[in-house]
């Protein structure tokens, strides 16, 4: 049973424009939403966190909106840079430092 | 300060060997967790380990076993090999506190044959 879902395998957005990446899930016993990004041939870099208690977290160009009631989690990036281009995994979890659950992932191209 | 590392980077296999791979975690750092990708899919846990003792492991078989050293570092052994092993193998650190954010190494890329 898949707990965590990003149902857009891609995403493709022009440069300066805002990425939005979404992520489901289905336990409400989850306390931490995370997100992390990878780059090929590399492990996945943390990028911003939020507790269930907030509803938003803001960190320069990356803010992140949690919807507890719809067990939803979105990431936006504003203004996208080319080097944003990689792939997005949100992770849950209990407590972030002990087992995160992660989506499949989203692989977000944007064009210059 | 130096990341998590990992060797080796990558492996190559046959079906029913073993296989060790290594994690040096973040200084200061006292948690380790092992990780599967497989290829489409996000990272699965496997095991974490918090002062040398199991923290908690995830729905693997007993093929895949793990230890923590005094110096934190860390072993993921995996025996009788299967196809299906092939993955990216990810370790994290953390402090190991509530809330702490889990730092990921590069990974070993195990390929079985």
């Known amino acids: 049973d898949q707990q965590v879902k990003q149902n857009s395998p891609s995403l493709s957005v022009q440069e300066g424009r805002i990425s939005i990446l979404n992520c489901d899930y289905t336990?409400?016993?989850?306390?931490?939403f995370l997100w992390y990004k990878k780059y090929p041939a590399e492990g996945p870099t943390f990028l911003i966190s939020i507790s269930s208690i907030k509803d938003k977290n803001e960190d320069g160009r990356f803010t992140v909106f949690l919807n507890k009631s719809a067990k939803h989690l979105s990431l936006h990036i504003v203004p996208s840079q080319p080097g944003d281009s990689a792939v997005y995994f949100c992770?849950?979890?209990?407590?972030?430092?002990?087992?995160?659950?992660f989506g499949s992932g989203t692989r977000l191209l944007v064009r210059p | 300060d130096a990341g998590v590392t990992q060797s080796p980077t990558h492996l190559i296999k046959t079906r029913g060997q073993q296989v060790t791979l290594r994690c040096s975690p973040i200084s200061g750092h006292k948690s380790v967790s092992w990780y599967q990708q497989v290829l489409g899919q996000g990272p699965q846990f496997i095991f974490q380990?918090?002062?040398?003792?199991?923290?908690g492991r995830g729905n693997f078989p007993d093929r895949f076993s793990a230890r923590q050293f005094p110096n934190y570092s860390s072993e993921l052994n995996v025996n009788a090999l299967l196809l299906g092993d092939s993955a990216l193998y990810l370790c994290a650190s953390s402090r190991g506190g509530a809330g702490d954010t889990q730092y990921f190494g590069p990974g070993t890329r195990l390929t079985v044959l």
């Open positions: 380990y918090y002062e040398k003792e199991e923290r």
């Open positions: 992770a849950l979890s209990r407590d972030s430092s002990y087992k995160l659950i």
């Open positions: 336990n409400s016993m989850f306390d931490y």
